[in-house]
Each structure stands twice: as structure tokens, then as C-alpha cells.
């Protein structure tokens, strides 16, 4: 096997008695933007910290290129990182802040000099290499903090929710730069958010926290398309979730029997399930459809209330059992007269919906 | 709220009248002694018969208050640095520092604040006699620091709690070692808290005056010990023109303390 780029095995750390991070492993592969995603408290920043050496792991190792990171000080590691904090100099210039690395290194000058006026290209913000970060606003200080730590051209970028101190505009606007820095520069990078949406616009993988443990490492389509567990259904994208009980798995599609009486059969089934052992189905919003058609399973629902999303619209339904459910079909699948309040029958792919342990 | 200061009508009046009224109670004796230093009475009559600079002569051509005032100047001096370098160190420990007994040490730093300095001079000068640190520099500037360290850990302190340590961290991952990092990025983004210290320490021995006569020798005498002395054998007006020099030099720091922190807020 080749050896992977960076590799963090085993990795725990604990305070006191609680432990934050629980045997994380995970091998990233050079110039891959993998994003740590998670609920907060998850431990995502703490497996960074442990990464870029502010904190010691209580056990496991980090290793880049085979070399282990973790007897190495901090400023010795030559690794990049943006705070989720605002964190430029601020008796230094912007031009200042981004030659600050490579002063500690004691480049010469005109290196200095070509370098800062590279990365201030890189991030667009050429003319304000003579302000102070205090003259600047959150989204160009993030992008001068962007600047500063590829300066020195480390080998791998972590970033903690640089982006959560900004408003949703801007938000959009950086990662679109994140996006071509990452393209043109071809650094590794760790991302670290709780933001479902960024993670999938930005990564090539994801690492899903949950209590310190990874629940599934994956592309976003891995795990929107194939949740390994019923927290990554619940956590990534919009998720329902069915009281079921199963009767029987044959070849991985599972029959079971839904809380109305009804049988669907053909389901994904995650792992292994005993007869009448109690369940839950989960189905996507959008996978419900308005229309039968040859394959599809089928769900009796009261139509609460119907509401107009632009693309999308979303109704909110009851099952005859009284669960409420979320459906999302398209504008156009749905002329807005269907928009009453009503009994009716919606349809699923028993292939797009999954089956979790109750 | 109910007692904020612009809703509280007539009473917002009494509260100013008052103010203003302990204000010149406090200042009124310092006005009359700069004035008196103008007066060409010889017995400090008020209001004077006239006007002179006499006494500022008389004052600058006796050696000795000037070497009293050098002598305060430098032993201000080394205590605001001393009191400086203590205060950082102690700054750091006590907002960084995670270690039992951390409220009681600084507790400890700022009882000189609260103290009765007559206390402390006796017992600093019993002290000093044994160790043979009396009537010397060390023993002023080590007596007045301790003296002086509150005035310099309380805006240290408050500086380094507004300053957020993951600037401190960035500048660690960007390469520069933990010291390095300290000295170039924590110290210049703190130095008003630095420099207010180093103004309020050098003022809190400069007019520091029961602790000074303790330690005072006849060849070692600081300005405030020179003139509490001269007042004793005759009532000279050239003490009112030291008094005023005193005071203003004390007030010239106060207001380059105050317009740094201005400067700075914006
Ligand atoms: N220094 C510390 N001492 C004690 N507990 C800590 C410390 N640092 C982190 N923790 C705990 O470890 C857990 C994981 O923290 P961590 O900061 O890694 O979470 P996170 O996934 O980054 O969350 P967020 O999205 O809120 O930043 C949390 O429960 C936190 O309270
Ligand atoms: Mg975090």
C-alpha cells in the first residue's frame, strides 16, 4: 500500500475523566480538502489541535508522510491554519501580517517581498497591503489570514470555521475563493464546520463527528445518498424518519411492515435485522413523488399545509397513523390547485429509502 | 435604570454642584500653592502683594533640590521599569495561569493598594535596616516597587484580557516560537497597557513621600522627603515653587497617560 500523506491513527484525547475524541483515524491523501463535520462539542477542533500541537493526545499518533508530528513544537511543524477567530496582527499592516511567517524564517527580503505580493494576489486584496486589520472588514481579514498561512507554503492548511463570524452572502462569496485557492494552490486542506452545506459545496470528503467519533467518512454523495448510520440520514440533508417493523431481508432489500399496515419491500437495509425486530425507515423529502409509476412503494397521507419554495415546494402531511412527515417535490410535479388540503397518496423509490435499528 | 444619569432630572444638577464642590475642595490648596510660588511674599501672604520668579531662582540655584529631584527622577525611573517587568510576568501568571491559589496571589499583588503605607514603611524599614538596604537606591526603588506593582499589573492585566491569545497561537503556527511570538505580537498589541503602567509606577514613587522618609538618608533624599523636611525648619516659598514643580510633572504624565488611552481606544 502506499503511504498515505497525512495520517492521524488512533487518535484520543481526554480531559479529566471526559473524553473529547475517541480512537479517530483517518488517512488524507495529498491536495485533499476533507472537512471535519459535526454537531458542536463533536470534537472536530480538538482532533485539529492535535494536529497543529496546541493540544497533546492522550494516545494514537499523527503522522505526516510517515514522519510522527506529535514530538515536533508547534512552530516548528510548518503547518498552515485560519482561526474561526479573528486572528491578524494588529500592529502589523496586511502586508506585514502575511511576511510575518517568513520573517521568523529569515528569507531574504526581496523573497519577502514577491511573495507577499503573490499571496495578496491569490486573495484579491492587493490594494490593501498598507491598511491595518482593524480597517478591514471580517471577510477581507479572513482572506488576509488565508494569505498568511499559505505564505510559507506548508504542506497541509487546517481551517476552523474560518467562515462562521460572517453573514451568508459573504459566507458564499469565500468559499467560492477557498475553492479556487485550493484549485490553483493543490494544498491539503482540513475543514472544520458544522455547516452541512458548506461541508458538501467545498469538500472532496467528509469526516462526520459525532461524540468524538467518526460516524462515516465519505463523499457528501456518499453520505447523502448512502447514510451508513440514521445520525448521518439525520444529520445531512433533510431526513424522515418511519416507525417500522421488519419482517425479512433477502439479498440486502429488506421487506417491511410500515405503523399504517402497509408493506413496502425492495428497502436498502443497513447491517443485518431479525423478524419483527422494531425499526426506522428513513425517506428524503425529495423522494417522494406525486405520480405512481411501476416500482414505486406507495404512502397514504393527509395534506396539512402546502408552501411555495421556488424550486421546491414543501408539503407538511400526516401519516393515517398521525406522524408528520416533510415531502418536497418539485413546482413543476405539483400544479398549485393540487395545493389543498386533502387525503392522498404519495410515492417513493423503495431503493432511495433506508432502514436504520429503531 | 432607574438612577441613569440622564433621567434623573434635578437631581442630575445637585449631583454636579456637588461634584464640583469636592473637586475644588480637593484642588483648591494645590491652586493656592502654585500661586503662592508666584507671590512675592516671603510669608506666603494671600492674595500676594505681587508677582515673581524669585523663588524658582532661588529653588534652581541650590543644589541640593536639584539633586533631590534627580534622585526621585531615578528612582521613579528604575521602579517604573522594575515595577514593569514584574508586572508583566505576574500579568501573564495571573490571567493565563491555571494553578491553585491564583486569586490569592493576586490578591496578594494588590494589597500595597490597600495597605496602610505607614504600616509598610515600618516594617519594610525594620526589615532593610538588617539587610544594610537602607538609605540606599535598591532599597528605595525595591521599597517603591512593591508599592507601585498594582499600578502596574491592574492595566497590564486588563490589556492581556482583552488581547485574545489565539493571536498569540497564529503567530506560533506561523513559525515564530512561544517567546518569539510574546515579544513580537502579544507586547506591541498590549504596549498602551505597558506604557500606562510604566507612567502610573514611576508617578507612585515620584510623589511617594511616608515610605521615602523611612528610607531616606542624609545623603539620599528624594523631592517630596526634601520638601517635607525644609517645611519643617522654615516656611519658604521656594518649597511652594518645588511643590509646584511636583505637581507638574505629575500632572504632564497623567495627561500623556490619558491622551495614550485615547488614541488607542479609537
Ligand atoms: N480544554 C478543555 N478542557 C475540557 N474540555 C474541553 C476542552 N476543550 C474541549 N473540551 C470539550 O471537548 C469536547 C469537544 O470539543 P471541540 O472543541 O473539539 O468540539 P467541536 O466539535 O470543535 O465543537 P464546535 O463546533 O462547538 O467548535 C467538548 O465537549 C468540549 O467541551
Ligand atoms: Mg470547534
Redesign the interface.
Known amino acids: 500500500m502506499t503511504q498515505p500523506f497525512l495520517s492521524i491513527r488512533k487518535l484520543r484525547k481526554a480531559f479529566g475523566a471526559f473524553t473529547a475524541v475517541h480512537d479517530v483515524t483517518l488517512d488524507i491523501p495529498k491536495g485533499e480538502f476533507l472537512t471535519f463535520l459535526g454537531p458542536s462539542g463533536s470534537g472536530k477542533s480538538t482532533t485539529l489541535y492535535a494536529i497543529v500541537g496546541f493540544q497533546d493526545p492522550s494516545s494514537g499518533d499523527v503522522l505526516l508522510q510517515g514522519k510522527s508530528l506529535l514530538a515536533v513544537p508547534s512552530h516548528k511543524r510548518n503547518i498552515g491554519m485560519v482561526f474561526q477567530r479573528y486572528t491578524l496582527f494588529p500592529h502589523l499592516s496586511v502586508a506585514e501580517n502575511v511576511a510575518f511567517p517568513l520573517r521568523v524564517r529569515r528569507r531574504p527580503d526581496a523573497e519577502v517581498k514577491k511573495k507577499v505580493a503573490d499571496m495578496l494576489g491569490l486573495v484579491r486584496l492587493e490594494s490593501f497591503a498598507e491598511r491595518l486589520p482593524g480597517a478591514l472588514s471580517g471577510g477581507q481579514q479572513q482572506r488576509v489570514a488565508l494569505a498568511r498561512a499559505l505564505a510559507y507554503d506548508p504542506p497541509i492548511l487546517l481551517m476552523d470555521e474560518p467562515l462562521s463570524a460572517l453573514d451568508k452572502k459573504l459566507r458564499e462569496e469565500i468559499q467560492a475563493e477557498i475553492r479556487r485557492i485550493h484549485r490553483e494552490t493543490g494544498v491539503t486542506i482540513l475543514y472544520v464546520t458544522h455547516d452541512q452545506e458548506e461541508a458538501l459545496h467545498l469538500s472532496d470528503r467528509i469526516a462526520l463527528f459525532k461524540d468524538g467519533r467518526i460516524e462515516q467518512t465519505g463523499t457528501g454523495e456518499d453520505l447523502y445518498l448512502r447514510p451508513a448510520t440514521d445520525f448521518v440520514a439525520g444529520f445531512i440533508g433533510n431526513s424522515n424518519f418511519l416507525a417500522a417493523e421488519h419482517l425479512e431481508t433477502v439479498g440486502g432489500a429488506a421487506t417491511i411492515r410500515l405503523a399504517d399496515g402497509s408493506l413496502v419491500s425492495g428497502i436498502s437495509a443497513n447491517g443485518s435485522f431479525e423478524r419483527g425486530q422494531k425499526t426506522r425507515l428513513m425517506i428524503r423529502p425529495e423522494a417522494f413523488r406525486l405520480e405512481r409509476n411501476p416500482a414505486s412503494a406507495e404512502l397514504t397521507v393527509d395534506v396539512v399545509d402546502v408552501a411555495f419554495y421556488g424550486e421546491r415546494r414543501r408539503i407538511v402531511a400526516r401519516t393515517t397513523t398521525g406522524q408528520e412527515i416533510d415531502i418536497r417535490p418539485t413546482s413543476a410535479a405539483m400544479a398549485s390547485q393540487d395545493a389543498t388540503p386533502s387525503r392522498r397518496q404519495v410515492f417513493f423509490d423503495p431503493g432511495a429509502a433506508f432502514l436504520f435499528p429503531a | 435604570m432607574l438612577l441613569d444619569y440622564d433621567h434623573m432630572g434635578w437631581l442630575k444638577t445637585a449631583l454636579l454642584g456637588f461634584t464640583a464642590l469636592v473637586a475644588a475642595f480637593l484642588l483648591l490648596p494645590v491652586v493656592f500653592i502654585v500661586l503662592l510660588s508666584f507671590g512675592s511674599s516671603r510669608w506666603l501672604a494671600f492674595p500676594p502683594p505681587g508677582w515673581t520668579l524669585n523663588w524658582y531662582q532661588e529653588l534652581f540655584a541650590d543644589p541640593s533640590w536639584l539633586e533631590a529631584a534627580l534622585t526621585s527622577a531615578r528612582i521613579a525611573a528604575l521602579t517604573a521599569i522594575l515595577a514593569v517587568l514584574i508586572g508583566l510576568l505576574a500579568s501573564f501568571a495571573l490571567v493565563r495561569g491555571e494553578f491553585r491559589g491564583r486569586e490569592i496571589l493576586r490578591g496578594l499583588l494588590l494589597t500595597p493598594m490597600v495597605l496602610p503605607v505607614v504600616v509598610f514603611a515600618i516594617a519594610i524599614y525594620a526589615f532593610f535596616l538588617r539587610l544594610g538596604l537602607g538609605g540606599t537606591t535598591i532599597g528605595f526603588v525595591v521599597a517603591h516597587t512593591v508599592l507601585a506593582l498594582p499600578f502596574a499589573i491592574i492595566p497590564i492585566a486588563t490589556a492581556l484580557e482583552g488581547f485574545?491569545k489565539?493571536?498569540e497561537?497564529?503567530?506560533?503556527?506561523?513559525?515564530?516560537?512561544?517567546l518569539?511570538?510574546k515579544l513580537?505580537?502579544t507586547l506591541?498589541?498590549i504596549?498602551i497597557g505597558i506604557f500606562s503602567a510604566a507612567i502610573f509606577s514611576f508617578l507612585a514613587s515620584w510623589d511617594e513621600v511616608v515610605v521615602a522618609i523611612f528610607m531616606a538618608s542624609p545623603t539620599l533624599q528624594t523631592l517630596p522627603v526634601k520638601i517635607w523636611g525644609s517645611l519643617r525648619a522654615d516656611l519658604s516659598p521656594v518649597i511652594a515653587a518645588a511643590s509646584s514643580l511636583l505637581v507638574g510633572l505629575t500632572l504632564a504624565l497623567m495627561i500623556v497617560a490619558a491622551l495614550l488611552r485615547r488614541k488607542f481606544k479609537t
Open positions: 485574545d489565539s493571536i497561537d497564529a503567530a506560533i503556527v506561523c513559525g515564530a516560537s512561544p518569539q511570538a513580537r505580537i506591541p498589541s504596549r
